[in-house]
């Protein structure tokens, strides 16, 4: 259950976010999930949201490159009712935005996740999305050299277990939205710890 990952929670030393500023607005998700759908990864949007997120916090050289190498469809693909260079165009923009948040002084990640509208069962999924995308990137990187911290290494052990929440007849009541409200902001700061970590504080180490 949801509420079960409550243990990992501590209180966020990060401001909450700001609402993202509106990504290709002539893009809804739906069609923006048909396009992903025709790339070799088939990854739903919060997945490939949370790939990108895990190439940039594990400090891959050319995140943006790599991540669209992974997901996008090639030319000979079927994206649904999207075109390439439509495609193109609204990731690039998220990628834009998602650097710009990272890198920001607010520390204002904003997950690409449903709306708070949406039913609990399928915004529980998208955050289940976004942690496997994180640690499958993750994976991805060559880290020798670069070990993660201990307090690196605790995060990517609780985003493991959030890929096992039991999402079966998850119920649409207060006590789990309240969970997934904590457990989506406990992710969003673990995310920025480990970018702050591989990152910004590996940036001004100076060279020997």
């Not at 609990?120 to 911290?149: I, K, N």
Request: proline share 6%.
């Amino acid at each position: 259950m949801v509420a079960g990952l409550l243990i990992f929670l501590c209180p966020s030393p990060f401001p909450a976010p700001s609402p993202r500023e509106e990504v290709a607005t002539n893009i809804d998700d739906a069609r923006l999930a048909r396009y992903l759908a025709a790339g070799a990864l088939c990854a739903t949007p919060s997945e490939a949201h949370g790939i990108l997120c895990g190439l940039m916090c594990g400090g891959d050289a050319d995140p943006e490159s790599t991540w669209l190498q992974q997901i996008r469809p090639d030319a000979e693909a079927e994206p649904g009712d999207l075109s390439i260079q439509e495609g193109r165009e609204a990731l690039g923009e998220l990628a834009r935005l998602t650097r710009k948040e990272l890198e920001g002084s607010e520390f204002g990640l904003v997950l690409f996740l449903p709306d708070d509208a949406r039913p609990l069962a399928e915004r529980a999924t998208a955050l289940y999305d976004w942690v496997r995308g994180f640690l499958y990137a993750w994976g991805t990187l060559d880290h020798t050299g670069a070990q993660p911290s201990a307090e690196t290494s605790e995060i990517l052990r609780d985003f493991t277990d959030v890929t096992r929440m039991d999402l079966d007849g998850l119920d649409d009541d207060e006590q789990n939205e309240e969970a997934l409200t904590e457990v989506s902001e406990f992710i969003r700061v673990a995310a920025m710890t480990i970018y702050q970590e591989r990152v910004v504080a590996r940036a001004h180490v100076p060279e020997s």
